[in-house]
């Protein structure tokens, strides 16, 4: 069974930057998309990045080149998201999925919009305050 656990989120002044974590269970042997996406107030859910279980490849959403960046430790099953430069736009909670298990021929060419991930963790709260 899938499961994804975030955490890292916290409150944090402009400015600043965060690292947030997903430990993926579940996932090892099969493929998978895993990436993540956010939940502002008031928005629809946005997409950030996303990697392949397979062939560890890094996507981004064109507009989060930059301030986010997403990297990936096989051997803790786990994917990171540190994200620079917060500004209050960026509160929001942020969830981690999956997206699979996919077939052997499959190769990730896009993340997966936020809608169709198959899986995803309980969100961790990131906000961004004075």
């Known amino acids: 069974q899938v499961q994804l656990v975030e955490s890292g989120g916290d409150l944090v002044q402009p400015g600043g930057s965060l690292r947030l974590s997903c430990v993926a269970s579940g996932v090892t042997f099969h493929h998978y998309a895993i990436g993540w996406f956010r939940q502002v107030p008031g928005k629809e859910r946005e997409g950030l990045a996303c990697v392949s279980t397979s062939y560890g490849s890094i996507l981004y959403a064109d507009s989060k080149k930059g301030r986010f960046t997403a990297t990936r430790d096989p051997a803790k099953n786990t994917l990171y998201l540190d994200i620079n430069s917060l500004n209050p736009e960026d509160t929001g909670v942020y969830y981690c999925?999956?997206?699979?298990?996919?077939?052997?021929?499959?190769?990730?060419?896009?993340?997966?919009?936020?809608?169709?991930?198959?899986?995803r963790g309980q969100g961790t709260q990131v906000t961004v305050s004075p």
């Open positions: 999925a999956a997206d699979g298990p996919k077939g052997d021929a499959w190769v990730l060419l896009r993340c997966p919009e936020p809608r169709d991930y198959t899986f």
